[in-house]
T-cell receptor
């Protein structure tokens, strides 16, 4: 158990819908990362937040957005869903301090778009 | 664009044998990460390699980093069935991990009795 929690575990929805995925980082970690894992694309970095501010963007679609709240939990919003958005979405967190900065991954949310 | 290539992508081996997984990356980076993923599960951090020549060992796994060759290896010694999993290497773009990780495609390892 990494200490990172994600809800829900599974989500099934229809094309065109909007969903919100939630992540709580490990205690003391200030940075949150979102990744998408699919058979086609592998593991892809989407976006990073640090202490409430967006720090880096990866391959995140315009239909997707995220935010990190004052209590450091983060939400990833996916809208106008398409079949190709079906994937496993991971949240990871790190301390973002000096030295080694391991990212610890949560259990993931499996999204199925029908 | 940073590219991370792993090989082999699939490996079936017998218990007791040794093998090495290779990870090449395309741009300068001083940080290289190895993760393990069991089917349907999350990613578990194995090693963080922070500088050229770094070597880390945990049990039957040993990882090394050559930043000049842009190459990391994960060596498995006397493999056991419990090591069956998918192994990913990943690189970040900056020393502070501020850009997220770029992952290889993963090496799917099956260890047979």
């Amino acid at each position: 158990d990494s200490g990172v929690t994600q809800t829900p575990k599974h989500l099934i929805t229809a094309t065109g819908q909007r969903v919100t995925l939630r992540c709580s980082p490990r205690s003391g970690d200030l940075s949150v990362y979102w990744y998408q894992q699919s058979l086609d694309q592998g593991l892809q970095f989407l976006i990073q937040y640090y202490n409430g501010e967006e720090r880096a963007k990866g391959n995140i679609l315009e239909r997707f957005s995220a935010q990190q709240f004052p209590d450091l939990h983060s939400e990833l919003n996916l809208s106008s869903l398409e079949l190709g958005d079906s994937a496993l979405y991971f949240c990871a967190s790190s301390v973002e301090g000096q030295g080694a900065d391991t990212q610890y991954f949560g259990p993931g949310t499996r999204l199925t778009v029908l | 664009e940073l590219k991370v290539e792993q090989n082999p992508l699939f490996l079936s081996m017998q218990e007791g044998k040794n093998y090495t997984i290779y990870c090449n990356y395309s741009t300068t980076s001083d940080r290289l990460y190895w993760y393990r993923q069991d089917p349907g599960k999350s990613l578990e951090s194995l090693f963080v390699l922070l500088s050229n020549g770094a070597v880390k060992q945990e049990g039957r796994l040993m990882a090394s980093l050559d930043t000049k060759a842009r190459l990391s290896t994960l060596h498995i010694t006397a493999a056991v069935h419990d090591l069956s999993a998918t192994y990913f290497c990943a690189v970040d773009h900056s020393g502070g991990g501020a850009d997220g990780l770029t992952f290889g495609k993963g090496t799917h390892l099956i260890i047979q009795p």
